[in-house]
């Protein structure tokens, strides 16, 4: 009965976190970012300011939240069901370049490219991939007595890589900003993370083949 209740906690939690992050999308896009307060959107989503500080620090943060949908958890689960022959660092990256590039609303990437603190709070999200993330790799590594540390450092460095690829698609600079503003990506965003993961593949392809020496023995 216990693990019932908190399973249903659980779920009417997450229920509130998607009301409240739909609530100010749908808000956003229809009044601006900068014209959103953090009450229009608890009530929107028919709780109290409160409650809404629970779930999300700022306006920002739920804007986001709406537009990366569990992205952290599409991108673990994707490394996870790749087939144990394909690279662990082709299996990463192609997970990260899958989520990160798939077909988006244009006025949802519209909405963050043309704010500031939406752009930050954009990169700020990459955030979260990290221990999602960790737990896949270890998953396909296996049990090699190797510490834990080990793969939660190679999850941030990927995490580290997503980040620097996302700033330099959405640095602003003069040739990228237009008169309103605007930011407009530079470059293509799947090329760019490929750019920067690839960096880490001697490091994976290195945990990879020590959880292959260590099944052996």
Not at 74 to 94: C, G, N, Q, S
Not at 165 to 189: D, F, I, N, R
């Amino acid at each position: 009965m216990t693990t019932r209740r908190t399973g249903l906690r659980e779920q009417k939690k997450q229920a509130t976190r998607v009301a409240l992050r739909e609530a100010a999308l749908r808000l956003a896009l229809r009044n601006g970012p900068d014209n959103v307060r953090v009450d229009d959107i608890a009530e929107a989503a028919g709780v109290s300011p409160r409650t809404y500080n629970n779930y999300f620090s700022s306006r920002e943060q739920a804007i986001v939240a709406a537009v990366t949908a569990e992205r952290e958890s599409r991108i673990a689960a994707a490394v996870a069901a790749r087939p144990a022959r394909v690279r662990l660092a082709d299996a990463v990256t192609e997970a990260i370049v899958e989520q990160y590039t798939e077909p988006r609303d244009h006025d949802e990437l519209l909405l963050i490219t043309a704010s500031p603190t939406l752009r930050d709070a954009f990169l700020d999200a990459a955030a979260a991939i990290e221990h999602p993330l960790a737990a896949a790799i270890d998953q396909r590594l296996g049990d090699t007595g190797a510490p834990a540390t080990a793969t939660r450092v190679l999850a941030a460095s990927v995490t580290a890589g997503v980040r620097v690829a996302l700033q330099q698609w959405l640095q602003p600079s003069a040739a990228s900003l237009t008169t309103g503003g605007l930011v407009v990506p530079a470059g293509s965003l799947p090329d760019l993370l490929r750019s920067a993961l690839a960096a880490l593949a001697p490091a994976l392809d290195a945990a990879e083949e020590q959880a292959q020496q260590s099944s052996r023995h």
